[in-house]
């Protein structure tokens, strides 16, 4: 037999078998052995026996505990493999952002606010992150380090949402609140409160700046109304009036011509804001019970949502072909353009408090007082694909999806000139969005939570 320890291991195994066998009370074994291995009784004394004795039983214990430890660490190592080929696309095996969904543990839990957590938006250009509270503040982070930038005060009441945007290159916050008024504060100015717009009757529960617009900002009331406001001069331009009761939340469509909005009164409406005086175009009848949340699908899921709904060929005449909302009813229901529910979705045991479509087109994620996030597959009748059901300790009240970032791409290899405008005589740059795989939750439990790839 080959040798597979070296002699001083030998020598060190034969002494800790000779003890074992005379504390076993087999003197004649251990006697036969130790004749055998030429160790006379002056070598091998009562002191070295007592060194070596229980030694054995040690090794072996050692060995069985470290065989089941190396089984649990296999069996958590291909649990976790597992579960990296399945959610993590982004990672080692370079796969589509499209498909990337959001997985626990989050990357960081910013703690700082001291009552629930209403709202989060994430700067279009910078890693910062705006949280409000019923602690009357607004709180700007870091997202990437998890660190806290800075404490906004300036309103009086529960702050109930916030929103990043206005015109290119002189990006706003703007927050509204239980105080009924919406703040304007200036981010390259330590975020200095430029502005307050009055106006509205009861409290502001939903602020978005409208995309395309450069200066305009819409708002929705316990007052009943939707307000329009240009943030260059501080006034109210369009009042839209249409809800039976209070507007929960607010949605305008990626190319600025459509809003949509949901009510206490049960019902969604899609407003054509490019008229004068807006009506609603459509309204979405068919929930339950309040309507507390909605979103505008982008294009690129409208090939999904055709599908569900019938359709062969998805449309592309509107910017806001399909909808989502959620509700206290605790279901979340897709919609056409003509107010059809084409699906509605199921799976949430309390009211569904945010919803945000997945820039890829292929998924819904959605946030309830049920504590759990999750995701919904658009490729497969909108079946629920994944729960995170630790995603908050209580309530989640908000989640956004980090804007994509914008590469302008020049055309035919050429570079346009340093203000990014195109060279003369050569095609105008279609800029190309990069997906962010990130997403941030707020909840009661007073954390904001950051999910990312």
Excluded at 27 to 46: G, Y
Excluded at 77 to 84: A, G, R, T, V, Y
Excluded at 312 to 317: E, H, I, S
């Amino acid at each position: 037999m080959s040798q597979i320890l070296t002699s001083r291991q030998a020598d060190e195994l034969h002494r800790a078998l000779i003890a074992y066998l005379s504390a076993a009370n087999l003197p004649n074994t251990a006697a036969a052995l130790r004749e055998e291995l030429n160790l006379s009784e002056e070598v091998f004394d009562p002191a070295t026996a007592k060194k070596y004795e229980g030694l054995l039983e040690k090794k072996w214990t050692s060995v069985v505990r470290l065989q089941k430890k190396i089984m649990d660490l296999e069996s958590r190592n291909h649990i976790l493999q597992s579960e990296l080929n399945e959610t993590t696309p982004t990672s080692r095996q370079n796969k589509d952002p499209v498909a990337w969904l959001p997985r626990a543990p989050p990357r960081h839990t910013l703690q700082s606010h001291r009552d629930p957590i209403t709202c989060v938006a994430f700067h279009p250009v910078f890693s910062s992150l705006a949280s409000g509270s019923e602690d009357q503040t607004i709180k700007i982070w870091d997202w990437e380090l998890g660190e806290l930038e800075r404490t906004i005060k300036g309103h009086t009441k529960a702050v109930l949402d916030v929103d990043y945007g206005g015109p290119r290159g002189n990006t706003l916050l703007a927050s509204c609140s239980s105080d009924l008024t919406i703040k304007l504060w200036d981010p390259l100015d330590s975020y200095k409160n430029i502005r307050t717009l009055p106006g509205h009757d009861h409290s502001v529960s939903a602020v978005r700046f409208i995309p395309g617009s450069g200066n305009l900002l819409v708002s929705a009331s316990r007052d009943k109304t939707l307000r329009i406001w240009d943030v260059s001069t501080g006034y109210c331009v369009k009042t839209l009036r249409g809800h039976a009761e209070w507007v929960r939340d607010v949605c305008p469509s990626l190319d600025g011509k459509y809003i949509l909005s949901t009510s206490d009164d049960y019902t969604s409406r899609l407003w054509d804001v490019t008229i004068t005086n807006p009506e609603p175009k459509v309204t979405l009848i068919g929930h339950e019970h309040v309507v507390l949340c909605c979103a505008i699908a982008p294009p690129a899921a409208y090939q999904n949502l055709a599908a569900m709904a019938g359709i062969k060929k998805p449309p592309a005449t509107s910017s806001a072909e399909f909808m989502a909302t959620g509700s206290r009813d605790k279901s979340i229901r897709l919609w056409d353009a003509r107010g059809t529910c084409i699906k509605t979705l199921v799976g949430h045991d309390n009211w569904v408090r945010g919803l945000v479509f997945h820039p890829g087109g292929k998924y819904l994620l959605s946030v309830s007082d049920d504590k759990t996030l999750r995701c919904w597959d658009l490729t497969q009748e909108g079946k629920c694909v994944k729960t995170l059901g630790d995603a908050h300790g209580h309530f989640v009240q908000c989640i956004r999806w980090a804007p994509s970032v914008i590469k302008d791409v020049s055309v035919n290899g050429e570079h346009g000139e340093p203000n990014g405008t195109p060279k003369k005589g050569g095609a105008a740059a279609t800029p190309e969005a990069q997906i962010r795989c990130v997403i941030a939750t707020g909840s009661v439990d007073l954390n904001v939570r950051i999910f990312a790839n």
